[in-house]
């Protein structure tokens, strides 16, 4: 059975850092693409990042581009994403998931971890 556990979360104010943790169990963390999502109150889910499965590439969407850094370490089977500059748009539960060739989620999502940003 495939968990994915998120941690990190937390209030920061404007301008601050954080750093999530997801941690992998039942699956072979090393063969998959791994991606962090995150969903804000009344709206859908959304990509945030994603790593391939060496870490040799990563992808993000544009808001996030030059703030929020995704890495891995396979050894551990657990994707990081180190987040900069945060801002109050960034408030949401962020989650993480191995990704499908089309950027989908593979599995079932974990609890997620909240991330507030007072504006």
């Known amino acids: 059975q495939v968990q994915l556990v998120q941690s990190g979360g937390g209030l920061v104010q404007a301008g601050g850092s954080l750093r999530l943790s997801c941690a992998a169990s039942g699956l072979t963390f090393s063969f998959y693409t791994m991606g962090w999502f995150r969903q804000s109150p009344g709206k859908e889910r959304e990509f945030v990042a994603g790593?391939?499965?060496?870490?040799?590439?990563?992808l993000y969407v544009d808001s996030v581009k030059g703030r929020f850094t995704i890495s891995r370490d396979n050894d551990k089977k657990t994707v990081y994403l180190q987040m900069n500059n945060l801002r109050p748009e960034d408030t949401a539960v962020y989650y993480c998931?191995?990704?499908?060739?089309?950027?989908?989620?593979?599995?079932?999502w974990g609890q997620g971890t909240q991330v507030t940003v007072p504006g």
């Open positions: 790593i391939n499965r060496s870490g040799g590439n990563t």
């Open positions: 998931n191995a990704l499908t060739t089309t950027k989908e989620p593979k599995y079932n």
